[in-house]
């Protein structure tokens, strides 16, 4: 069954997003990332640009098939043709059709009321689907 985390308090979407996918690259995870096209659009380019020496691979999922199949991120506003079910992480404010799929999913939260109010409905539809919830709460692990 898919492990479910929800990492709560993220203070920028797109940054923390940055830090995370360089993360899972790192330790050789394969990553699709799902969202509004305008906001994997945002991310595109700001993966150019995060880290003036420390690039993360990745393409949207619609480049040609072996670059697709050669990228450890995927960016992807439909999980349908998705190559690899390793890490999925939500930037969106839907529960992503086909999360189920994946090995881990991760969902990012900020401190947006309309968004944690629509993280409130998917964590509520994990639960109710029987899925073990993680809770990574960042404003706790910043506390000394």
Request: charged share 25%; with cysteine; glycine share 4%.
């Amino acid at each position: 069954m898919t492990e479910v985390a929800f990492h709560f308090n993220v203070p920028d979407k797109l940054q923390y997003s940055c830090r995370l996918l360089r993360k899972a690259w790192g330790s050789g995870a394969r990553v699709v990332v799902t969202g509004e096209a305008e906001t994997l659009r945002r991310l595109d380019q700001l993966l150019w640009t995060f880290a003036a020496l420390e690039f993360v691979p990745h393409c949207q999922l619609g480049a040609p098939a072996a670059t697709v199949a050669a990228t450890p991120v995927l960016l992807a506003d439909a999980l349908d043709a998705c190559p690899h079910h390793e890490v999925l992480v939500n930037l969106g404010q839907e529960v992503p059709v086909g999360f189920e799929r994946f090995e881990r999913f991760i969902e990012l939260v900020t401190l947006a009321d309309d968004d944690r109010a629509a993280a409130r409905n998917r964590w509520k539809h994990y639960t109710d689907c029987g899925y073990a919830m993680k809770r990574h709460d960042l404003a706790q692990e910043a506390r000394p």
